[in-house]
């Protein structure tokens, strides 16, 4: 699977973006999706999950309530809609996905496959 990551971008504190996540390979709908993210500094950061069927979704405590993660399987393409966005939501954010690990969806070596990465900047 291959995973291109897009839709970043220089905003201001409070502006929305979505970020969009291609895949292409094998069967979209066989994999968990999530996004984390990593500032300069520091160690990437889960921030949120859903299950393949988009039956569930999980959050970092940090976005709950301001980013919304959803997925297309027909377009095998996942989302993640960023609201109210803060200065401390700056990081390359990374799309991800697994095929069989079902623990903890904020352990990063869970996960089969990366994307590039795609840099949101929150200007204040």
């Known amino acids: 699977v291959q995973l291109q990551a897009s839709g970043g971008g220089l905003v201001q504190a409070g502006d929305s973006l979505r970020l969009s996540c291609a895949a292409s390979?094998?069967?979209?709908?066989?994999?968990?999706m999530s996004w984390f993210r990593q500032a300069p500094g520091k160690e990437r950061e889960f921030v949120a999950a859903?299950?393949?069927?988009?039956?569930?979704?999980y959050y970092a405590d940090s976005v709950k309530g301001r980013f919304t993660i959803s997925r297309d399987n027909a377009k095998n393409t996942v989302y993640l809609q960023m609201n109210s966005l803060k200065p401390e939501d700056t990081a390359v954010y990374y799309c991800?996905?697994?095929?069989?690990?079902?623990?903890?969806?904020?352990?990063?070596?869970?996960?089969?496959?990366w994307g590039q990465g795609t840099q949101v900047t929150v200007s204040s």
């Open positions: 991800a996905a697994r095929e069989n690990y079902s623990g903890s969806y904020y352990f990063s070596g869970g996960y089969d496959y």
């Open positions: 390979g094998r069967t979209f709908s066989s994999y968990a």
């Open positions: 859903i299950s393949r069927t988009a039956g569930s979704t």
